[in-house]
């Protein structure tokens, strides 16, 4: 069974940039698609980005050319850099994992982005 915890979020300043890690445990993490979605209050969850088990990486048309997602196998952990913050991108952030059917969600971390 796989578990996500997610890492990194905080408050920044609009232009400023921010690192998330999210560390998988419990199956086999080079087989999985992981992904990152956020969600704003009063809003719909919505896709950042993803990355596939090769290393293909899909985003957002609003996070395109400022975020990066990455993932290194070894550590079993995904990363999202996130660069010249915006306050719209104000939201919790989840990570997601997919194997098949089986889809599993981290509890989620909270960034604010405010002067």
């Known amino acids: 069974q796989v578990q996500l915890v997610e890492s990194g979020g905080g408050l920044v300043q609009p232009g400023g940039s921010l690192r998330l890690s999210c560390v998988a445990s419990g199956t086999i993490f080079k087989t999985l698609m992981m992904g990152w979605y956020r969600q704003a209050p009063g809003k719909e969850r919505e896709l950042v980005a993803h990355?596939?088990?090769?290393?293909?990486?899909y985003y957002g048309d609003s996070m395109k050319g400022r975020f990066t997602i990455t993932r290194d196998n070894d550590k079993k952990t995904i990363y999202l850099q996130m660069n010249n913050l915006k306050s719209e991108d104000t939201a919790v952030y989840y990570c997601n994992s997919r194997s098949g059917r089986d889809v599993r969600w981290g509890q989620g971390t909270q960034v604010t982005v405010s002067s």
């Open positions: 990355i596939t088990p090769v290393g293909s990486t």
